[in-house]
């Protein structure tokens, strides 16, 4: 409080000692960076699944017993695993530091009585701040001088248009100025803004787990206890029937490794990463390699309007004139476009569209650049697509100010000299007393004709811009005595590609719902046009709503207007108690908190603010609502792939259990060594399985229902797959074992370890759809599958005939008959589940 008298004394700014004095004793106008951006945290993250735990431990205890080979390849996987994740979550940071770095500020600050421009982070409290269009406020300010000032505050309070700033009112750090000019001193910097306040608040809720991270954190848990359990219950069989210890104990050794998928993590990690990387070439940034597969189960998107679903640009799109109806064609501030309807052209409407503007259009590379405020840049460009080339001289001007709500300027050109006037239509009209290009007296009709336009335009959601002037030969600046020429419908319009999204979404069982800072009218007609059916509730509506009610008008249609961030937070926790995947979107410091609460926080990457991005799993590099759907459509590929191959993996695994506790049970010698289940779960398995990730989507998976996230990566079903295919291929293996015995231990196991390694590659033609047959899904779709068998076929044969992989393996060659059994055991593999599916397709189509 001591400082309060110095900070609002310094209309000369501070003295650069001063300010020097001040940056060190209270830091930055920066907020702190997030903890998990730092290297070794990142790296550290790796390290906490519990299947990663499982495989540590394994690797210490074989470490422990001398089985050195084992216990290296148990823990390159890990590493490999580790190195993966730290890789993608790396790059993606770095890709979000680039974003800050190009998004650096600086602002023009009044130091020893003289303007200097500093980077914004330099900024203290007292600081005199200059500000004009298009500058960022870079901390909050109290205003001590301001003219015409009007202020884009979307980030903090998700209103699309600009609201008019003054004398005494505080600028919050993050919102931009659209038109004209202030001076303000800084009141609060870095964490101390409302801006940092939010941050701060955002960082205080807890991100949780993503629904794969508990299935795959839940299957680890049952794989270990099913493991420990297995192998010391096979442990005490063996002691009970006489066999040595140090021979049983390698069996269960053997046991425990052959049901842990050791190269599931790895292939786990890789599948996401591939999936990441595909996302980004789609233009979203996946900071966690969880987030996509969350994204994919959302049920509901709730997004944010202005530059999502639509283009974050004004636009005139209708014109009316006292002669009839125009359109207007063409989106965004470039002046391509036609203005179409009866004769006679609007040329006076475009006239005072034109020149009673303070905007400015200019080419910028291939396109246009606006400066100034969006309805006047929007005005300009239909005036420009209207061949209005007329030029006047400004004589004198009325700038807007709330009260009047109208801007005026004198204008005069070769032959005429006018008051052009344009602003709210009430305000205008009521100042009326002609109309048309004629200037014929304003009649009752005329009036309501003009009333009733206005009116048609502002219910579906555009903002009203009146169009007047007179004949002034003077200086005279009142605004009475007007001629109506026309009323201008803007309004920011939705993206082309977003309702063929929205459709693509709906159809997909995920549920769109708009949250935006605009009015209720605008909302409902961008919801109407984009085909998100429903009615809109406003904020002041929600707050009279317990969550009981709330709840219940979620399950209905429903979209909401002027929501501040209190009522987002609402709408997300009143949507996750409904069990609902909540994907949510935003770009701005009041979208944080919500974007944390949310399962998938999607931050906008162009408009966005680092508060946003921070709090966010994905960021969208275009800020399009296509995208976000374009992501849906991946995650789902990406958690099928992975379902797919961590169901391959364990009937792999499964087989083998089942053809060790076989051969003991019968009691046979160890079918297969430990660093021969290492082979085959590291090796041929492992990069099989990781071209199952690399599965296209299915044809269907976007008009599927989102999956319930409460159910396990594996349901019941799956385990009877799972099992159906451990059985047959242990027991083809120990066919071939028992069948080979006479001839010698070695071969016959070489033969089931052969074997074991045809099955499973063979197996995974079954897992690459659970629904859809090889041949509607193309045999030849996935050609890194093709190649993956043909190299693992050739490390087989590698493994049976080079002398160092000989002894390494303890293997021999197999002969021709032995190859031709395995064949013939292998072929129901692909045979039957082929039958499966196409008989269950046809059944399908037969009940459609």
């Not at 422990?64 to 148990?74: C, S």
């Not at 680039?98 to 009585?113: F, I, M, S, W």
């Not at 109290?142 to 009007?150: F, K, Q, R």
Request: net charge neutral.
């Amino acid at each position: 409080m001591s400082q309060e008298p110095e900070i609002r004394i310094a209309p000369d700014g501070l003295t650069s000692a001063e300010a020097a004095r001040r940056l060190a004793a209270d830091g930055p106008n920066a907020l702190p960076r997030s903890r998990g951006t730092g290297a070794l945290r990142l790296l550290s993250n790796q390290f906490g699944s519990p299947l990663i735990v499982l495989l540590i431990a394994a690797t210490i205890v074989s470490a422990a017993l001398g089985h050195l080979v084992d216990a290296a390849a148990i823990g390159l996987i890990v590493l490999l695993n580790a190195a993966l994740g730290f890789v993608q979550e790396w790059r993606a940071d770095r890709t979000l530091e680039t974003l800050r770095n190009l998004l650096v500020t600086y602002a023009t600050v009044r130091r020893d009585g003289a303007p200097r421009t500093v980077p914004a982070q330099n900024l203290v409290m007292g600081d005199v701040i200059l500000l004009a269009a298009g500058d960022k406020v870079p901390a909050d300010l109290e205003v001590t001088h301001a003219v015409d000032l009007m202020l884009d505050e979307s980030v903090l309070t998700g209103e699309s248009l600009p609201i008019s700033r003054g004398l005494g009112d505080t600028l919050r750090a993050s919102s931009n100025v659209v038109a004209g000019r202030a001076e303000g001193h800084v009141i609060a910097t870095g964490s101390s803004t409302e801006f940092g306040r939010i941050s701060h608040m955002t960082a205080q809720i807890d991100r949780g787990q993503t629904s794969l991270q508990r299935s795959l954190a839940g299957l680890a848990r049952t794989i270990a206890m099913a493991a420990i359990g297995m192998a010391g219950l096979v442990l005490l069989i063996g002691l009970w029937t006489g066999r040595p210890l140090g021979e049983m104990f390698m069996v269960s050794l053997s046991l425990s490794i052959s049901m842990v998928p050791e190269g599931l993590p790895a292939v786990v990690t890789v599948t996401l990463a591939l999936g990441a990387g595909a996302m980004a070439r789609r233009r979203a940034l996946i900071r966690r390699l969880q987030a996509a597969e969350t994204l994919g189960a959302a049920s509901v998107i709730c997004t944010d309007k202005t530059g999502t679903l639509t283009e974050s640009v004004m636009t005139v799109t209708r014109l009316w004139t006292p002669d009839g109806d125009f359109e207007v064609s063409g989106t965004g501030y470039t002046p391509e476009g036609t203005i179409t309807g009866p004769a006679p052209e609007p040329l006076y409407a475009l006239r005072v569209a034109r020149l009673c503007n303070d905007a400015a259009l200019r080419r910028a590379g291939d396109g246009w650049q606006m400066d100034g405020d969006p309805t006047e840049g929007a005005l300009l460009a239909m005036a420009m697509k209207g061949g209005d080339d007329v030029h006047g001289s400004r004589m004198a001007e009325r700038p807007f100010d709330s009260e009047r709500r109208m801007m005026s300027v004198l204008s005069q050109g070769e032959d005429w000299r006018r008051l052009l006037v344009k602003g709210a239509p009430e305000a205008i009209l009521s100042e009326c007393t002609h109309i048309g290009a004629d200037d014929r007296p304003m009649t009752d009709d005329g009036r309501r004709q003009a009333e009733e336009a206005a009116t048609a335009m502002a219910s579906n959601g555009m903002r009203v811009i009146a169009l007047a002037s007179r004949a002034e030969k003077g200086r005279d600046l009142s605004e009475t005595g007007l001629t109506l020429h026309g009323l201008a419908g803007l309004i920011d319009p939705p993206r082309p590609e977003v309702r063929a999204a929205v459709a693509e979404a709906i159809s997909a069982g995920v549920r769109p719902i708009m949250i935006t800072g605009d009015g209720a009218v605008t909302a409902s007609a961008i919801a109407s046009q984009l085909g998100m059916e429903g009615r809109v509730l406003t904020g002041a509506e929600i707050e009279e709503l317990d969550d009981a009610a709330l709840e219940a008008i979620l399950d209905e249609g429903v979209h909401f207007a002027r929501a501040a961030p209190a009522h987002k937070m609402r709408i997300v926790e009143a949507l996750q108690r409904q069990g609902r995947i909540v994907a949510m979107t935003g770009d701005g410091v009041n979208d944080a908190p919500a974007l944390r609460k949310a399962n998938i926080g999607v931050a906008m990457g162009q408009r966005g603010t680092d508060v946003a991005r921070e709090a966010a799993d994905v960021v969208l590099l275009d800020d399009n609502f296509a995208t976000i759907v374009a992501a849906i459509a991946e995650g789902r590929r990406q958690f099928a792939n992975v379902s797919k191959f961590v169901k391959y993996l364990l009937a792999s695994n499964v087989g083998e259990v089942v053809a060790i506790i076989g051969a003991l049970a019968m009691g046979g010698a160890l079918i297969f060594l430990p660093i021969q289940i290492l082979w085959m779960n590291l090796v041929t398995d492992g990069v099989t399985a990781l071209t199952l990730g690399l599965e296209r989507g299915e044809p269907d998976q976007m008009r599927r229902r989102p999956r319930d996230p409460a159910k396990p990566i594996i349901d019941r079903r799956g385990f009877g797959l799972i099992l159906c295919f451990g059985l047959y291929t242990g027991s083809a293996s120990l066919v071939l074992f028992f069948w080979l015995m006479p001839q010698g231990e070695i071969l016959a196991r070489t033969a089931a370890f052969t074997g074991m390694v045809i099955f499973e590659k063979v197996s995974v033609f079954a897992f690459r759809s659970m629904r859809n047959s090889n041949t509607r899904i193309g045999w030849g779709s996935n050609p890194w599958l093709w190649a993956a068998l043909a190299a693992m076929l050739a490390a087989q044969l590698a493994a049976l005939h080079v002398p160092l992989l000989q002894t390494f393996l303890s293997t021999v060659p197999l002969s021709a008959d032995i190859w031709a059994a395995i064949g013939l055991l292998a072929l129901p593999l692909i045979v039957v589940p082929e039958a499966i599916k196409i008989l269950r397709a046809r059944r399908r189509e037969t009940r459609a």
